[in-house]
């Protein structure tokens, strides 16, 4: 069998059902657009296991998702969505590319948290674009524009308040949306939420807790990754 779609951290495979599919986590790691490349015995694992119970706790919390079930350690069952092709990015620091783009020095505290989109296209680099791109681009309307942009706030004030129970500072995230492929009015929260996708400081040593870890080679990167998914389960266990 084939799955549908080979990405960099993921396969999706189509099931019985045309509304659902089996998303599968891989343990490759790619970072600055695919030209670093790792593979991290456990990360499928690992970014499977926090996701599914961020999600939960998501969806506990009101906000519609794909996700369905767990299926097993690396798969989980989502509903198949029409992917918008709008990376959602919420900062609350400081971080990464803002930091190259303006000159701050990495961890400098917002006063209210900085939203940015970017074009998701592998081939041009996932570049910047502001709401007058995405009308122009018809990546999304106004309205659902609108609606991004109150979800990102909404899940960055729930998941901003889960890590720091989790004693771990949410820097910034990115996030995607899809289109339900049986009622495309309904916009939901799509692919995963993991330290793949999250920059996570621990709150009391300010160590990085994410792919950074990767990205700079800073070492013991699927450590950081156990010990977030540790913090994690017994926040959700409280
Ligand atoms: P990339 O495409 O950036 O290499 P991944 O390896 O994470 O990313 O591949 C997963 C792909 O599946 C992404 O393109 C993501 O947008 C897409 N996806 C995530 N959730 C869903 C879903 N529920 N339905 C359809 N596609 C999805
Ligand atoms: N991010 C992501 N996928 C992308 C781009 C960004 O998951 O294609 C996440 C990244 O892990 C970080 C946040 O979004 O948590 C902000 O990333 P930034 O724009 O600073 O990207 P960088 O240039 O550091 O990759």
Not at 24 to 38: L, M, V
Not at 194 to 212: A, H, I, N, V, Y
């Amino acid at each position: 069998m084939e799955p549908l779609y080979e990405g960099k951290a993921k396969r999706m495979w189509a099931t019985d059902d045309p509304m659902t599919l089996r998303m599968e986590f891989k343990n490759d790691a790619t970072a600055f657009n695919g030209e670093k490349k790792a593979s991290f015995e456990n990360k499928g694992r690992l970014n499977n296991a926090i996701s599914t119970l961020i999600y939960g706790m998501l969806e506990k919390e009101g906000v519609p998702t794909h996700f369905v079930r767990q299926i097993d350690e690396t798969n989980v069952e989502v509903r198949r969505v029409e992917i918008l092709m709008v990376e959602v990015i919420v900062r609350n620091f400081s971080a990464g590319s803002f930091c190259k783009r303006t000159g701050f020095a990495e961890g400098v505290a917002f006063s209210e948290p900085v939203i940015e989109f970017s074009y998701k296209s592998d081939e041009l680099g996932d570049p910047l674009i502001n709401d007058d791109y995405i009308r122009e681009m018809k990546l999304a309307t106004p309205e659902d524009l609108a609606f991004l942009r109150a979800s990102a706030l909404k899940v960055n004030r729930l998941l901003g308040g889960f890590f720091e129970r989790c004693g771990l500072r949410l820097v910034d995230f990115k996030l995607e949306f899809g289109r339900l492929v049986f009622d495309p009015s309904v916009i939901v929260l799509a692919d995963e939420i993991s330290p793949d996708g999250c920059r996570l400081w621990d709150l009391k040593t300010g160590e990085k807790m994410d792919k950074d870890r990767f990205r700079r080679d800073l070492g013991n990167v699927m450590e950081a990754y156990e010990e977030v998914l540790k913090r994690v389960k017994e926040e959700v266990g409280r």
